[in-house]
Protein backbone atom coordinates (compact mmCIF):
# COMPACT_ATOMS: atom_id res chain seq x y z
CA UNK A 1 0.00 0.00 0.00
CA UNK A 2 2.93 2.47 0.80
CA UNK A 3 4.54 2.34 -2.51
CA UNK A 4 0.50 2.93 -4.13
CA UNK A 5 0.68 5.84 -1.93
CA UNK A 6 3.88 7.18 -3.14
CA UNK A 7 2.72 7.21 -6.66
CA UNK A 8 -0.34 8.37 -6.11
CA UNK A 9 1.48 11.28 -4.04
CA UNK A 10 1.56 13.77 -6.33
CA UNK A 11 -1.86 13.80 -7.13
CA UNK A 12 -3.15 13.43 -3.34
CA UNK A 13 -1.53 16.79 -2.38
CA UNK A 14 -3.14 19.06 -4.75
CA UNK A 15 -6.65 16.65 -4.05
CA UNK A 16 -6.13 17.10 -0.52
CA UNK A 17 -5.93 20.93 -1.11
CA UNK A 18 -9.45 21.01 -3.10
CA UNK A 19 -11.23 18.71 -0.87
CA UNK A 20 -10.06 21.02 2.00
CA UNK A 21 -10.03 24.37 0.01
CA UNK A 22 -14.03 23.55 -1.21
CA UNK A 23 -15.37 22.34 2.70
CA UNK A 24 -13.90 25.42 4.36
CA UNK A 25 -14.69 27.98 2.02
CA UNK A 26 -18.19 26.31 1.80
CA UNK A 27 -18.38 26.23 5.38
CA UNK A 28 -17.28 30.08 5.64
CA UNK A 29 -19.78 30.90 3.31
CA UNK A 30 -22.09 28.49 4.19
CA UNK A 31 -21.89 30.02 7.89
CA UNK A 32 -22.28 33.65 6.83
CA UNK A 33 -25.40 32.86 4.71
CA UNK A 34 -26.43 30.43 7.62
CA UNK A 35 -26.55 33.19 9.96
CA UNK A 36 -28.26 35.61 7.64
CA UNK A 37 -31.24 32.63 7.32
CA UNK A 38 -31.35 32.37 11.30
CA UNK A 39 -31.24 35.77 12.27
CA UNK A 40 -34.47 35.83 9.05
CA UNK A 41 -36.15 32.58 11.19
CA UNK A 42 -36.08 34.49 14.24
CA UNK A 43 -37.05 38.52 12.84
CA UNK A 44 -39.92 39.67 14.14
CA UNK A 45 -41.23 40.57 10.50
CA UNK A 46 -43.12 37.38 9.16
CA UNK A 47 -42.61 37.51 5.98
CA UNK A 48 -38.91 36.93 6.27
CA UNK A 49 -39.41 34.47 8.73
CA UNK A 50 -41.48 32.59 5.99
CA UNK A 51 -38.80 33.06 3.30
CA UNK A 52 -36.35 31.71 6.00
CA UNK A 53 -38.06 28.76 6.95
CA UNK A 54 -38.88 27.52 2.80
CA UNK A 55 -35.18 27.77 2.46
CA UNK A 56 -34.58 25.61 4.73
CA UNK A 57 -36.86 23.21 4.03
CA UNK A 58 -36.33 22.66 0.38
CA UNK A 59 -32.34 22.65 0.78
CA UNK A 60 -32.30 20.38 3.98
CA UNK A 61 -35.07 18.26 2.34
CA UNK A 62 -32.88 17.33 -0.79
CA UNK A 63 -30.12 15.34 -1.58
CA UNK A 64 -26.85 17.56 -1.46
CA UNK A 65 -26.10 15.49 -4.54
CA UNK A 66 -29.61 16.47 -6.82
CA UNK A 67 -28.13 19.72 -5.58
CA UNK A 68 -25.04 19.47 -7.01
CA UNK A 69 -25.88 17.52 -10.45
CA UNK A 70 -28.66 20.12 -10.83
CA UNK A 71 -26.68 23.16 -10.58
CA UNK A 72 -23.88 21.51 -12.87
CA UNK A 73 -25.74 19.63 -15.13
CA UNK A 74 -29.39 21.30 -14.70
CA UNK A 75 -28.58 25.11 -15.09
CA UNK A 76 -26.87 24.62 -18.59
CA UNK A 77 -30.26 24.11 -20.08
CA UNK A 78 -31.18 27.91 -18.79
CA UNK A 79 -27.64 28.93 -20.54
CA UNK A 80 -26.31 29.24 -16.85
CA UNK A 81 -22.68 27.04 -17.34
CA UNK A 82 -20.35 26.82 -14.11
CA UNK A 83 -17.12 25.16 -14.31
CA UNK A 84 -16.78 22.14 -11.76
CA UNK A 85 -15.70 23.68 -8.84
CA UNK A 86 -17.55 26.47 -8.56
CA UNK A 87 -20.48 24.32 -8.91
CA UNK A 88 -19.78 21.74 -6.11
CA UNK A 89 -18.68 25.23 -4.03
CA UNK A 90 -21.71 26.88 -4.36
CA UNK A 91 -24.15 23.88 -3.94
CA UNK A 92 -22.39 23.00 -0.90
CA UNK A 93 -22.91 26.48 0.57
CA UNK A 94 -26.04 26.42 -0.48
CA UNK A 95 -26.56 23.08 1.41
CA UNK A 96 -24.55 23.94 4.44
CA UNK A 97 -26.50 27.08 5.35
CA UNK A 98 -29.77 25.78 5.36
CA UNK A 99 -28.24 23.15 8.20
CA UNK A 100 -25.69 25.62 9.98
CA UNK A 101 -28.97 28.17 10.18
CA UNK A 102 -30.69 25.37 12.06
CA UNK A 103 -27.31 25.31 14.20
CA UNK A 104 -27.54 28.86 14.82
CA UNK A 105 -30.86 29.09 15.73
CA UNK A 106 -31.13 26.21 18.25
CA UNK A 107 -28.12 28.08 19.65
CA UNK A 108 -30.30 31.27 20.48
CA UNK A 109 -33.19 30.65 21.15
CA UNK A 110 -31.14 28.48 24.26
CA UNK A 111 -30.50 31.91 25.77
CA UNK A 112 -32.42 32.43 28.31
CA UNK A 113 -35.08 34.84 27.69
CA UNK A 114 -34.22 37.09 30.65
CA UNK A 115 -31.25 37.75 28.62
CA UNK A 116 -33.24 39.59 25.93
CA UNK A 117 -35.38 41.41 28.67
CA UNK A 118 -32.69 42.89 30.86
CA UNK A 119 -31.34 44.22 27.31
CA UNK A 120 -34.34 45.86 26.77
CA UNK A 121 -35.12 46.91 30.08
CA UNK A 122 -31.75 48.98 29.99
CA UNK A 123 -32.63 50.47 26.85
CA UNK A 124 -30.79 48.16 24.20
CA UNK A 125 -32.40 47.95 20.68
CA UNK A 126 -32.97 44.68 18.87
CA UNK A 127 -29.98 44.69 16.67
CA UNK A 128 -27.49 45.58 19.77
CA UNK A 129 -29.37 43.09 21.99
CA UNK A 130 -28.55 40.31 19.42
CA UNK A 131 -25.08 41.43 18.38
CA UNK A 132 -23.87 42.32 22.23
CA UNK A 133 -26.02 39.87 24.75
CA UNK A 134 -27.48 36.78 22.85
CA UNK A 135 -25.20 35.93 19.96
CA UNK A 136 -22.04 35.61 21.65
CA UNK A 137 -23.86 33.42 24.04
CA UNK A 138 -26.04 31.67 20.99
CA UNK A 139 -22.63 31.00 18.79
CA UNK A 140 -20.89 29.54 21.61
CA UNK A 141 -23.99 27.11 22.89
CA UNK A 142 -23.93 26.17 18.89
CA UNK A 143 -20.41 25.28 18.85
CA UNK A 144 -20.82 21.29 18.92
CA UNK A 145 -23.10 21.48 16.44
CA UNK A 146 -21.33 23.60 13.90
CA UNK A 147 -17.92 21.59 14.64
CA UNK A 148 -20.00 18.27 13.80
CA UNK A 149 -21.62 20.12 10.47
CA UNK A 150 -17.99 21.09 9.17
CA UNK A 151 -16.99 17.77 9.65
CA UNK A 152 -20.07 16.34 7.99
CA UNK A 153 -18.91 19.15 5.31
CA UNK A 154 -15.88 18.03 4.99
CA UNK A 155 -16.56 14.11 3.90
CA UNK A 156 -19.77 15.89 1.75
CA UNK A 157 -17.05 17.38 -0.72
CA UNK A 158 -16.74 13.93 -1.86
CA UNK A 159 -20.18 14.43 -3.66
CA UNK A 160 -18.23 17.04 -5.89
CA UNK A 161 -16.43 13.99 -7.73
CA UNK A 162 -19.30 13.61 -9.67
CA UNK A 163 -19.05 16.61 -11.61
CA UNK A 164 -15.37 16.15 -12.32
CA UNK A 165 -13.66 18.18 -9.59
CA UNK A 166 -10.51 16.06 -9.06
CA UNK A 167 -10.33 16.28 -4.76
CA UNK A 168 -9.71 13.14 -3.36
CA UNK A 169 -12.65 10.53 -3.77
CA UNK A 170 -12.13 11.41 -7.70
CA UNK A 171 -8.41 10.76 -7.37
CA UNK A 172 -9.01 6.92 -5.60
CA UNK A 173 -11.72 6.43 -8.09
CA UNK A 174 -9.11 7.35 -10.95
CA UNK A 175 -5.61 5.63 -9.45
CA UNK A 176 -7.85 2.63 -8.67
CA UNK A 177 -8.98 2.82 -12.17
CA UNK A 178 -5.34 2.50 -13.14
CA UNK A 179 -3.86 0.39 -11.14
CA UNK A 180 -7.18 -1.67 -10.32
CA UNK A 181 -6.26 -1.14 -6.64
CA UNK A 182 -9.10 0.25 -5.94
CA UNK A 183 -8.99 -1.63 -1.75
CA UNK A 184 -5.86 0.03 -1.38
CA UNK A 185 -6.89 3.40 -2.87
CA UNK A 186 -10.11 3.80 -0.93
CA UNK A 187 -8.82 3.21 2.12
CA UNK A 188 -5.94 5.43 1.88
CA UNK A 189 -8.04 8.28 0.71
CA UNK A 190 -10.64 7.25 3.59
CA UNK A 191 -7.83 7.59 5.86
CA UNK A 192 -6.79 11.10 4.70
CA UNK A 193 -10.88 12.31 5.54
CA UNK A 194 -10.28 10.31 8.80
CA UNK A 195 -7.26 12.71 9.44
CA UNK A 196 -8.55 15.61 8.26
CA UNK A 197 -11.61 15.56 11.00
CA UNK A 198 -9.50 14.23 13.64
CA UNK A 199 -7.74 17.64 13.40
CA UNK A 200 -11.17 19.59 13.14
CA UNK A 201 -11.98 17.50 16.04
CA UNK A 202 -9.50 18.20 18.08
CA UNK A 203 -9.81 22.01 17.44
CA UNK A 204 -13.27 22.16 18.18
CA UNK A 205 -12.57 20.80 21.51
CA UNK A 206 -10.25 23.29 22.58
CA UNK A 207 -12.83 26.30 21.33
CA UNK A 208 -15.22 25.15 23.79
CA UNK A 209 -12.98 24.51 27.11
CA UNK A 210 -11.49 28.10 26.11
CA UNK A 211 -14.82 29.25 26.34
CA UNK A 212 -16.29 27.55 28.92
CA UNK A 213 -12.80 28.64 31.16
CA UNK A 214 -13.33 32.28 30.17
CA UNK A 215 -16.65 32.47 31.92
CA UNK A 216 -15.75 30.86 35.30
CA UNK B 1 -23.88 60.31 42.17
CA UNK B 2 -27.91 59.71 41.53
CA UNK B 3 -30.09 62.24 41.36
CA UNK B 4 -33.01 62.81 43.36
CA UNK B 5 -35.32 61.32 41.09
CA UNK B 6 -38.20 64.06 38.80
CA UNK B 7 -40.68 62.38 37.81
CA UNK B 8 -44.19 60.46 38.08
CA UNK B 9 -45.35 56.76 37.58
CA UNK B 10 -48.99 56.97 36.19
CA UNK B 11 -50.75 54.38 35.45
CA UNK B 12 -54.64 54.30 34.49
CA UNK B 13 -57.26 51.47 33.92
CA UNK B 14 -54.27 48.66 32.96
CA UNK B 15 -55.35 45.41 31.77
CA UNK B 16 -53.86 42.71 30.67
CA UNK B 17 -54.46 39.39 30.06
CA UNK B 18 -52.61 36.16 28.74
CA UNK B 19 -55.16 34.38 26.48
CA UNK B 20 -58.23 33.45 28.27
CA UNK B 21 -57.00 34.56 31.97
CA UNK B 22 -57.12 38.19 33.08
CA UNK B 23 -53.90 39.29 35.02
CA UNK B 24 -54.78 42.71 35.37
CA UNK B 25 -58.02 44.49 35.23
CA UNK B 26 -58.21 47.85 35.28
CA UNK B 27 -55.22 48.81 37.69
CA UNK B 28 -54.60 52.71 38.51
CA UNK B 29 -51.50 53.57 40.49
CA UNK B 30 -49.72 56.75 40.82
CA UNK B 31 -46.07 56.78 42.30
CA UNK B 32 -44.86 60.28 43.10
CA UNK B 33 -41.20 61.03 42.81
CA UNK B 34 -38.85 59.73 45.98
CA UNK B 35 -41.81 57.35 46.81
CA UNK B 36 -41.18 53.83 47.68
CA UNK B 37 -43.85 51.66 46.80
CA UNK B 38 -43.57 47.82 47.64
CA UNK B 39 -46.28 45.53 46.05
CA UNK B 40 -47.48 42.14 47.67
CA UNK B 41 -50.29 39.92 46.94
CA UNK B 42 -50.68 36.19 46.24
CA UNK B 43 -49.19 34.59 43.78
CA UNK B 44 -51.29 35.08 40.38
CA UNK B 45 -52.24 38.37 41.77
CA UNK B 46 -50.97 40.28 38.52
CA UNK B 47 -48.09 42.35 41.10
CA UNK B 48 -45.36 41.24 38.34
CA UNK B 49 -47.48 41.46 35.68
CA UNK B 50 -47.80 44.78 36.70
CA UNK B 51 -44.31 45.63 37.60
CA UNK B 52 -43.33 44.36 33.69
CA UNK B 53 -45.82 46.07 32.42
CA UNK B 54 -44.47 49.81 33.80
CA UNK B 55 -41.09 49.22 31.20
CA UNK B 56 -43.33 47.74 28.76
CA UNK B 57 -42.08 44.09 28.98
CA UNK B 58 -45.37 43.31 28.88
CA UNK B 59 -47.69 45.28 26.29
CA UNK B 60 -50.96 45.85 28.18
CA UNK B 61 -53.86 45.31 26.23
CA UNK B 62 -55.63 48.28 27.30
CA UNK B 63 -55.29 51.70 29.76
CA UNK B 64 -51.95 53.91 29.73
CA UNK B 65 -48.56 53.72 31.26
CA UNK B 66 -47.33 57.00 31.66
CA UNK B 67 -43.62 58.18 33.23
CA UNK B 68 -42.26 61.72 33.62
CA UNK B 69 -44.42 62.86 31.24
CA UNK B 70 -43.99 60.28 28.70
CA UNK B 71 -47.48 58.22 27.96
CA UNK B 72 -48.31 55.29 25.89
CA UNK B 73 -51.58 55.04 25.75
CA UNK B 74 -53.68 51.71 24.76
CA UNK B 75 -50.09 50.45 22.54
CA UNK B 76 -52.58 47.87 20.62
CA UNK B 77 -54.64 50.51 18.76
CA UNK B 78 -51.33 52.70 18.07
CA UNK B 79 -48.88 52.02 15.10
CA UNK B 80 -45.88 50.04 15.43
CA UNK B 81 -43.70 52.99 15.24
CA UNK B 82 -45.35 54.97 17.90
CA UNK B 83 -45.47 51.72 20.64
CA UNK B 84 -41.61 51.14 19.62
CA UNK B 85 -40.25 54.85 19.94
CA UNK B 86 -42.80 55.55 23.35
CA UNK B 87 -41.11 52.46 24.73
CA UNK B 88 -37.67 53.25 24.38
CA UNK B 89 -38.27 56.11 25.83
CA UNK B 90 -40.10 54.75 28.57
CA UNK B 91 -37.02 52.19 29.30
CA UNK B 92 -34.40 54.96 29.31
CA UNK B 93 -36.60 56.57 32.45
CA UNK B 94 -36.68 53.18 34.48
CA UNK B 95 -34.25 50.25 35.49
CA UNK B 96 -35.50 46.89 36.10
CA UNK B 97 -34.05 44.38 38.87
CA UNK B 98 -35.38 40.68 38.03
CA UNK B 99 -35.98 37.79 40.71
CA UNK B 100 -33.31 36.01 38.50
CA UNK B 101 -30.41 38.67 38.23
CA UNK B 102 -30.11 38.24 34.64
CA UNK B 103 -26.50 39.69 34.37
CA UNK B 104 -24.64 38.90 31.28
CA UNK B 105 -22.82 35.95 31.82
CA UNK B 106 -20.67 36.40 28.83
CA UNK B 107 -19.47 39.66 30.66
CA UNK B 108 -17.14 40.88 33.79
CA UNK B 109 -19.23 42.06 36.88
CA UNK B 110 -17.77 45.73 35.27
CA UNK B 111 -18.65 44.59 32.18
CA UNK B 112 -22.42 44.13 32.98
CA UNK B 113 -22.83 48.02 34.95
CA UNK B 114 -20.95 49.72 32.15
CA UNK B 115 -23.30 47.61 28.85
CA UNK B 116 -25.87 49.99 28.71
CA UNK B 117 -23.54 53.40 29.22
CA UNK B 118 -21.59 52.05 26.11
CA UNK B 119 -24.07 50.42 24.01
CA UNK B 120 -27.30 52.67 24.90
CA UNK B 121 -25.56 56.42 25.90
CA UNK B 122 -22.50 55.99 24.03
CA UNK B 123 -20.32 56.54 26.76
CA UNK B 124 -16.54 56.56 25.85
CA UNK B 125 -15.33 53.55 27.78
CA UNK B 126 -12.46 54.79 30.56
CA UNK B 127 -15.37 57.53 31.55
CA UNK B 128 -17.84 54.45 31.89
CA UNK B 129 -15.08 52.31 33.63
CA UNK B 130 -14.91 55.16 35.85
CA UNK B 131 -18.49 55.30 36.88
CA UNK B 132 -18.65 51.86 36.80
CA UNK B 133 -16.40 51.20 39.49
CA UNK B 134 -17.95 53.48 41.29
CA UNK B 135 -21.20 51.84 40.95
CA UNK B 136 -19.75 48.71 42.00
CA UNK B 137 -18.20 50.13 45.92
CA UNK B 138 -21.50 51.51 46.11
CA UNK B 139 -23.09 48.30 46.15
CA UNK B 140 -19.94 46.87 48.12
CA UNK B 141 -18.44 44.74 45.08
CA UNK B 142 -15.48 46.42 43.81
CA UNK B 143 -13.15 44.00 44.30
CA UNK B 144 -15.54 42.03 42.49
CA UNK B 145 -15.46 43.92 39.09
CA UNK B 146 -13.54 41.68 37.37
CA UNK B 147 -15.34 38.32 38.09
CA UNK B 148 -17.72 36.86 35.57
CA UNK B 149 -20.88 36.44 37.37
CA UNK B 150 -20.99 32.46 37.18
CA UNK B 151 -18.33 32.93 40.12
CA UNK B 152 -20.34 35.33 42.05
CA UNK B 153 -23.19 34.45 45.18
CA UNK B 154 -26.69 35.27 44.05
CA UNK B 155 -26.27 37.91 46.44
CA UNK B 156 -23.43 39.22 44.75
CA UNK B 157 -25.04 39.02 41.37
CA UNK B 158 -28.19 41.12 42.89
CA UNK B 159 -26.03 43.92 43.82
CA UNK B 160 -24.13 43.74 40.46
CA UNK B 161 -27.84 43.97 38.90
CA UNK B 162 -28.40 46.91 40.88
CA UNK B 163 -25.18 48.71 40.33
CA UNK B 164 -25.99 48.13 36.63
CA UNK B 165 -29.84 49.49 37.46
CA UNK B 166 -28.43 52.40 38.60
CA UNK B 167 -25.54 52.71 35.64
CA UNK B 168 -28.28 54.41 33.24
CA UNK B 169 -29.32 56.56 36.20
CA UNK B 170 -33.82 55.69 35.82
CA UNK B 171 -35.72 57.79 37.40
CA UNK B 172 -37.43 54.40 38.80
CA UNK B 173 -36.05 51.27 39.62
CA UNK B 174 -38.68 48.43 39.26
CA UNK B 175 -37.54 45.42 41.26
CA UNK B 176 -39.56 42.37 40.85
CA UNK B 177 -38.40 39.67 43.94
CA UNK B 178 -35.50 40.94 43.64
CA UNK B 179 -34.97 38.39 46.96
CA UNK B 180 -36.76 35.75 46.24
CA UNK B 181 -33.98 33.37 44.64
CA UNK B 182 -31.48 34.25 47.48
CA UNK B 183 -30.97 32.20 50.51
CA UNK B 184 -32.13 34.15 53.64
CA UNK B 185 -28.48 34.65 55.14
CA UNK B 186 -27.78 36.45 51.13
CA UNK B 187 -31.04 38.33 51.34
CA UNK B 188 -29.61 41.56 53.48
CA UNK B 189 -27.16 42.25 51.61
CA UNK B 190 -29.37 43.17 48.76
CA UNK B 191 -32.21 44.56 51.20
CA UNK B 192 -29.27 46.90 52.42
CA UNK B 193 -28.61 48.57 49.29
CA UNK B 194 -31.99 48.83 48.40
CA UNK B 195 -32.61 50.75 51.84
CA UNK B 196 -29.99 53.12 51.03
CA UNK B 197 -30.96 53.89 47.22
CA UNK B 198 -34.48 54.48 48.89
CA UNK B 199 -32.90 57.08 51.53
CA UNK B 200 -30.76 58.40 48.56
CA UNK B 201 -34.56 59.53 47.26
CA UNK B 202 -34.82 56.97 44.57
CA UNK B 203 -38.42 56.68 43.29
CA UNK B 204 -39.04 52.50 43.79
CA UNK B 205 -41.72 50.00 42.89
CA UNK B 206 -40.56 46.86 44.91
CA UNK B 207 -42.47 43.17 44.07
CA UNK B 208 -41.57 41.62 47.34
CA UNK B 209 -42.41 39.30 50.01
CA UNK B 210 -39.92 40.60 52.71
CA UNK B 211 -42.41 42.01 55.23
CA UNK B 212 -39.66 43.92 57.39
CA UNK B 213 -38.60 45.70 53.86
CA UNK B 214 -41.79 46.49 53.39
CA UNK B 215 -42.96 47.92 56.85
CA UNK B 216 -39.45 50.04 57.55
CA UNK B 217 -38.69 51.54 53.94
CA UNK B 218 -42.19 51.29 52.03
CA UNK B 219 -44.07 54.81 51.95
CA UNK B 220 -46.82 52.94 50.76
CA UNK B 221 -47.97 49.39 50.22
CA UNK B 222 -49.96 48.34 47.04
CA UNK B 223 -51.74 44.90 47.82
CA UNK B 224 -53.60 42.99 44.86
CA UNK B 225 -55.39 40.08 44.23
CA UNK B 226 -57.15 38.69 41.03
CA UNK B 227 -55.43 41.32 39.06
CA UNK B 228 -57.41 43.91 40.99
CA UNK B 229 -55.28 46.41 43.45
CA UNK B 230 -57.21 46.18 47.11
CA UNK B 231 -55.55 48.24 49.08
CA UNK B 232 -53.04 50.89 48.61
CA UNK B 233 -52.10 52.23 51.91
CA UNK B 234 -49.23 53.16 54.44
CA UNK B 235 -47.37 50.44 56.14
CA UNK B 236 -48.49 51.34 59.57
CA UNK B 237 -52.57 50.62 58.44
CA UNK B 238 -51.29 47.48 56.55
CA UNK B 239 -49.40 45.71 59.11
CA UNK B 240 -51.67 47.59 61.43
CA UNK B 241 -54.50 45.31 63.41
CA UNK B 242 -57.44 47.70 61.03
CA UNK B 243 -56.78 46.29 57.85
CA UNK B 244 -58.68 44.34 55.93
CA UNK B 245 -59.13 40.41 56.50
CA UNK B 246 -58.29 39.10 53.58
CA UNK B 247 -54.76 41.40 53.89
CA UNK B 248 -54.39 39.55 57.33
CA UNK B 249 -55.05 36.53 55.99
CA UNK B 250 -52.73 36.86 53.76
CA UNK B 251 -49.81 38.39 56.06
CA UNK B 252 -50.82 35.51 58.27
CA UNK B 253 -49.74 32.95 55.90
CA UNK B 254 -46.66 35.25 54.75
CA UNK B 255 -45.28 34.57 58.41
CA UNK B 256 -46.46 30.85 58.76
Same mark, same amino acid.
Given at each position: MVDLFLRALPLLEKAVLVTLGLGLSSFVLGSILGMLIALARIAPFKPLRWLAFSYVSVFRGTPLLIQILLIYFGLPNYGITIDPIPAALLALTLFSAAYLSENFRSGINAVDKGQWEAAWAMGLGYRKTLTRIILPQGLRIAIPPVGSRLIALMKDTSLASTVTVVELTRVADQMGATTFRYMDMFIIVGTIYWIINQVLTILQTWLEEKLSRRYQ | MNKISQCTVRVRGLAKAFGAN???? &?VDLVVNKGEVVVIMGP !??? @?KTTLIRSLNLLEMPDQGSVEICGIELSDPAAKPAGEVRRKTFQIRQKTAMVFQSF &???????ALQNVIEGLI !??? @??AKDVARERGMLLLEKVGLSEK????????SGGQKQRVAIARALAMDPEVILFD??????DPELRDDVLGVMRDLANEGMTMLVVTHETRFARDVADRIVFMEGGYVIEDTRPAHFF????SDRCKQFLGRLHE
Open positions: - | KVLR &N !SGS @G &NLFPHMT !SVK @GVADAYPGKLEPTSALGPTV
